[in-house]
């Protein structure tokens, strides 16, 4: 039987073959990137940096005034702050070194 990596390499090359963008995500990327999520503080901690990650690359395309409404109705205002203000921390330091 094939394992997760065997089952990820043949979908890339499938997708790769067609020409569609694809994007790993999540507990799947972080343990193909040998970052197993092994306690659920470590996975949330991971879950923060994933979202972090999509947020500094997509900041410009975001619909702030969504995730702030998901945010209020999830109840995950406090994590969403921190999201932005790190993400906002980033994007300026990219910045100011002529890397963003």
């Given at each position: 039987?094939?394992?997760?990596?065997?089952?990820l390499?043949?979908l890339?090359g499938?997708?790769d073959?067609?020409g569609?963008?694809?994007?790993l995500?999540?507990?799947?990327?972080?343990?193909?990137?040998?970052?197993?999520r092994?306690?659920?503080?470590?996975r949330s901690?991971?879950?923060?940096r994933d979202?972090?990650?999509?947020?500094l690359?997509?900041?410009?395309h975001?619909?702030?005034?969504y995730?702030?409404?998901w945010?209020?109705q999830?109840?995950?205002e406090?994590?969403?702050?921190?999201?932005?203000?790190?993400?906002?921390?980033v994007l300026?330091e990219?910045?100011?070194?002529?890397?963003?």
């Open positions: 039987m094939a394992g997760q990596g065997d089952f390499e043949a890339i499938k997708l073959k067609q569609i963008a694809y994007m995500s999540g507990s799947v990327s972080s343990s193909l990137h040998g970052q197993p092994a306690t659920k503080d470590r901690e991971q879950q923060f979202a972090l990650g999509v947020a690359v997509q900041w410009r975001l619909d702030k005034d995730l702030h409404k945010a209020g999830l109840h995950i406090g994590q969403l702050k921190q999201l932005v203000e790190q993400a906002a921390e300026e990219q910045e100011e070194s002529g890397d963003g």
